[in-house]
Each structure stands twice: as C-alpha cells, then as structure tokens.
C-alpha cells in the first residue's frame, strides 16, 4: 500500500519531518484561506513533490488535508474524530480548524472529492479528454450528480479543453463492466497470475533505489540553492577572476540541474512502476470465484487497483447529439499488455 505523504510508511508510524513541515505550512495556508491552487503553485515553486514523484495537483493536496490521519485520528460510524494513539503530521486543533473551514466554504466552491470516484486518483488508471489528452477530472454536475469533466484550461492546469463531459454512475459502470469481462478469461487470469508473484518481488529493491535517489535528489536541490545564491552574489559585469567564477557556477548551476532533471525522471518512472506493483497486493486472487460478487464488496480502494492493473489509460469522449448512453464511442479502453509484463520479467 502506498505510504501517505508526511509518514515514512503505510502504517504511519514514522513521520517524515521534511515533508510533515511541508503539510503543516500548507494547512497553515489553508487556514489564511489561501485556494488550494495557490498553495500547490507555492509547492511547486519550492521542488516539494508527492511520494510518487509528481506535482501537486489541488485536489490531492485537499484530500491529505480532509483525511483524518494526517493527525493521528480516525472517524467513527457516527462522524466521532478519535485519537489513534499514533503520529499526526498536523495537530487535531488544525485538522478541526480546516474542516470548519471547508464545511463553510463547500457549498460556495461545489467541489467533488476524488475519494469517491473510481477513474481519479493515483491508483486508477489514467483518465484522459480523448479531444486534448489531459487529465479528466471529478466534477459534479449542477444537479450535484457525480461526475467527470475535462477541466478548462487555468493557470495551474493549461491546456485543457473543457469539451468533455460524463455520468460517473454510467461511466464507470462501463469501464467496471469491461474489466470484470476481461478478468474473467482464463487464459487472462492465468497470465496475471504467473506473472504477479514475479512483478511484487520488485519492490523492495524499487523502494530502496526509490528513497536513496529522493535523498539524492534533495542534497541536490540544497547544493543547486548554494550555487545559485553564489552566482548571484557575482556581479554579472564583472571582468578576470570574478567573470571566471561567475561562469564557473553557471556551469555548475547547469550540471546540477541537468542531474536534478535525470534524477526527476528516474524518480517519475520508479514511482509509477511502484504504484502498479501496489495495485498488484489489492488485486483479487485466482481463488476468488466470483469476481462480479467481490466487486460489489470490495472496497473503493481495490476497485480502482483492479481498474489500474488492468487498464493503462481511460479516454472520454463528448456525447454525439441527442445520445445519452456509454458506449465504446465515449469510453476508450486502453488494456494493459500482462502477457508483454510477464515476457519482460523472463528476460
């Protein structure tokens, strides 16, 4: 299971200070009544990335801030906050303090939480506009139905063309309807299933090579800093010794951001590699004999897990006049190649 950023594992035993005084600073915004899209821009400015490796988008930030365990608690049946007894990364008087504020400011900003939809979030697959290629978004309609909807272009997020939307409730019955289909093949389960047990054995050595590359990567950022205060100190007219020192940490300013990037890339790559080995752990095993059965019981978390592992991208299309069903001309299924995964890991 992915760790929860500001915690240094899945249980959250650990804090992870650095990214713990990240999470406080940005409630800390919050609070100031800052958007959340400022707060990420303020992220992003600084390097901080989530545990996958990635930009903070404004709603991921909203959902580690709206989850109770960011500061040690849990919600009982009856909407209780409880002490766990473990770590928080935020004290419960700011959790609190952020939840009054979001209650106030809920009906006003008419936001959706990705916690509720299966085709967002990290361990899904990705959710694409089939008209411009960016990221589909959860968006409720103006009745408040769920739904999803390619994000017009802002500041944060350019690019997008706000041309696309769709029914989650069909939607994603559709999407859940094909994987199942799928899933169900023999000859389909037999291939994940060999290939599963020598996929998982990839993360332990993923997540060492994970971590010792982030610290590399922030020894990295302070060192760039460092630099970058030096050339500045450095009159830009400067002729003989000075100019030489000053095109000397040019060049290094430049190498260092040339590793920075190559590091950022790896990062990226293993991250993603690793959320899909993730997916694997909440995936339904062979024995499971009715996969339609478990579906409905399972939780949300795995049912995006299944979606993830078994589809590498989602594309929605804009509705043809006057239609209002699902079809294949709406959703666009990319499927995950398991028997490419399994030839990749016997060579």
């Known amino acids: ?152 272009s802002t500041r944060q997020h350019p690019g997008g063309c706000g041309k696309v939307r769709l029914n989650a409730d069909l939607g994603e019955a559709y999407v859940a309807e094909h994987v199942l289909a799928e899933l169900m093949k023999p000859e389909v389960r037999a291939v994940v299933e060999s290939a599963r047990e020598s996929i998982e054995a990839e993360a332990k050595p993923l997540r060492r090579r994970l971590a010792e590359n982030k610290k590399a990567r922030r020894l990295l950022s302070t060192r760039y800093g460092q630099s970058e205060q030096v050339a500045r100190r450095t009159a830009p007219d400067a002729e003989g010794p000075v100019a030489q020192v000053e095109a000397a940490n040019n060049e290094l300013l430049r190498q260092l951001r040339a590793a920075e990037q190559e590091l950022d890339a790896q990062i990226r790559r293993d991250s993603s590699r690793l959320t899909f080995i993730e997916q694997l752990a909440l995936l339904p095993r062979a024995e499971v004999p009715d996969l339609i059965r478990w579906w409905g019981h399972a939780p949300l978390r795995s049912q995006k897990a299944l979606v993830g592992a078994m589809l590498e991208r989602v594309a929605l299309y804009p509705a043809g006049r006057g239609s209002r069903t699902v079809d294949g001309d709406r959703v666009a299924l990319r499927w995950r190649q398991w028997d490419q995964e399994a030839a990749r890991r016997a060579e």
Request: proline share 6%.
């Open 1 to 152: 299971m992915p760790r929860m950023y500001g915690f240094a594992d899945a249980a959250r035993t650990r804090l992870v200070e650095q990214e713990a005084a990240v999470l406080r600073v940005a409630a800390s915004r919050r609070l100031a009544e800052q958007p959340y899209p400022a707060i990420t821009d303020w992220m992003a400015a600084e390097g901080h990335l989530t545990t996958m490796g990635k930009l903070w988008r404004p709603a991921r930030l909203a959902e580690i801030l709206a989850n109770p365990a960011v500061a040690g608690l849990v919600r009982e049946d009856d909407g209780t906050l409880v002490e766990t007894g473990g770590l928080g990364a935020i004290t419960r008087e700011v959790f609190e303090d952020l939840e009054r504020l979001n209650a106030s400011k809920r009906p006003a900003e008419g936001r959706s939480d990705d916690r509720d939809y299966l085709l967002t979030g990290e361990l899904s697959a990705d959710s694409v506009c089939g008209l411009c290629g960016m990221p589909i978004g959860a968006s409720p309609s103006n009745s408040g139905a769920r739904g999803y909807r390619c994000m017009p």
